[in-house]
Every structure is written in structure tokens, then in C-alpha cells.
């Protein structure tokens, strides 16, 4: 299916993607442009968001998710007492194609279609009895950042200090070394690589997909985690760069 770029209600100078992008239409000078925006994750929950204008001008800047600005582009406004619902669990893919608007109950009961042999309730919050197990273990024993925990999980920063310190859950104990992993590896691996090469995770998205091109010592860093050329990076195409970051979680394994 071809990408299709529609207006975002309430923000012309922008657009939105059903490939799960948005990008500006002009720059800060007035001048036309087609630049796809660097998502970032603002408040630690997982979601990507980006910052829009309304006039142009830095000091009117908004923060916004980028899932409901594709689901507000592609079909409609958010119903009364609605919210997105990512269909196949992961947050990081903003395709038309994998977004709904859905009931809380429904984004909850999603998770139970996901993680139908792990699910068990452990209290109030959206986590699972193992991932709250899980934590414990990749912050004690396996000396994960909070932050990277964080980012695995799709949670706050501060849920992962209080899973810690024994604020949440204390009655979870930490997980055996034989324990079932619910991590998604690609997170795990994305996160990794991009801190290694000292860039954000989103922008190491946009880069494999073709949406943005790194500079030339960002293209230097990548190649050397992951046995390539720079050059290689600077102008291969969507599937070359995969193939190459693939490298890299080859040489983890």
C-alpha cells in the first residue's frame, strides 16, 4: 500500500502519515517544505510524540502523541470516553493500519490477548505479574538502567523507581534466571544500539526506515557497531540499513 500524507485537523501547516509519520509543510521562515518531524518520548510512557505550531513560532509550540494525531487525521476526532488502542500491542508502531479508538476496557483486555499464558493481574496499573518480577531481576542482577526499563516496559520512569524501592507490588518477588522474558527483544536491541551511538531510539527508527538520513559521524558510529561503512549508512536504502542494524543484534545473541 502506497503512503498517503492527509492534514491534520486543527494544525495546517502539518500532515500525517498512514505509515505512522508527521511532517511539517513549511519552516519556521515561511518557506515550503516536506520534513518529516523527530519524534521523542516526553513523558516516559512509551508513546512517541512530536511538538506542533500553530502560527510558526516556537513560543506557541504543543506537545502532541503521534498516534492520535494519525487516528484525528485518518479517522476522525477521539469519541466521548475513548482512547488508541494499539492492535498488536507495540507502541512504537504508529501505522493506520494498527490503531483503533477503543474503550479503556478494550486497550485492557487487548494486553490479555497478547500475553494470554503470562497474564495475571498484579494490582492496580497495566503491568503483568511477571513483568513486575522481570524488573526487579533487570535492575538487580542485570544492572538496567531505570530509564531503559522504562522504555522495555512502556512505563513511566517513575512506576520503575517505586517497582524498585518497594513502593509497588512489594509482595512481587524477583524472577528466576529461567523465568519467560516479556520483553520486546526489538526494543531491547533499538534501545541498545542507539545509545551506543549516542542518538535517541526514535531517531534510530526514522533512520531505518528511510525517514531521515544521519550526520556523517553518527553514520561513523553506526558502522562501527555494527561491521559496516559509513557510506553505507549515508545512502543505503530502508531494507540495507535493517539488514545492517540486524548485525548488531546478531552479535549480541
Known amino acids: 500500500m502506497p503512503e ?46 512530536v511538538g506542533l505550531t500553530k502560527n510558526g513560532t516556537t513560543s506557541e509550540s504543543l506537545t502532541r502523541q503521534v498516534h492520535s494525531l494519525i487516528l484525528l487525521s485518518f479517522a476522525g476526532p477521539c469519541p466521548e470516553g475513548m482512547e488508541c488502542i494499539h492492535q498488536d500491542g507495540d507502541k512504537l508502531n504508529n ?75 512489594p509482595d512481587v518477588k524477583m524472577a528466576e534466571e529461567n523465568d519467560r522474558v516479556p520483553l520486546i527483544p526489538k526494543r531491547i536491541w533499538l534501545y541498545d544500539l542507539a545509545n551506543e551511538v549516542k542518538i535517541s531510539s526514535p531517531f534510530l527508527s526514522m533512520i531505518l526506515n528511510d525517514k531521515a538520513n544521519p550526520s556523517w559521524v553518527t553514520a561513523k558510529r553506526l558502522a562501527q557497531a555494527t561491521d559496516s561503512r559509513p557510506d553505507q549508512w549515508m545512502d543505503g536504502t530502508a531494507s540495507e540499513r535493517k539488514a545492517m542494524a540486524f548485525k548488531y543484534l546478531g552479535g549480541r545473541r
Open 95 to 169: 501505522r493506520i493500519g494498527n490503531l483503533k479508538w477503543g474503550t479503556r476496557s478494550e486497550n485492557q483486555q487487548m494486553r490479555v490477548v497478547m500475553n494470554p499464558e503470562s497474564y495475571q493481574e498484579c494490582g492496580p496499573g497495566k503491568l503483568l505479574k511477571n513483568e513486575v518480577a522481570q524488573i526487579k531481576r533487570l535492575y538487580h542482577v542485570n544492572h538496567y538502567s531505570q530509564l531503559k526499563i522504562a522504555y522495555c516496559f512502556d512505563i513511566s520512569h517513575t512506576t520503575v523507581s517505586k517497582i524498585i524501592n518497594g513502593h509497588r507490588w
Open 4 to 49: 498517503v500524507w492527509k492534514p491534520i485537523p486543527g494544525f495546517k501547516r502539518y500532515e500525517a502519515s498512514n505509515e505512522g509519520w508527521i511532517r511539517s509543510l513549511w519552516d519556521k521562515n515561511g518557506k515550503k517544505v516536506k520534513k518529516i518531524l523527530r519524534p521523542t518520548f516526553p513523558n516516559g510512557n512509551g508513546h512517541l510524540a
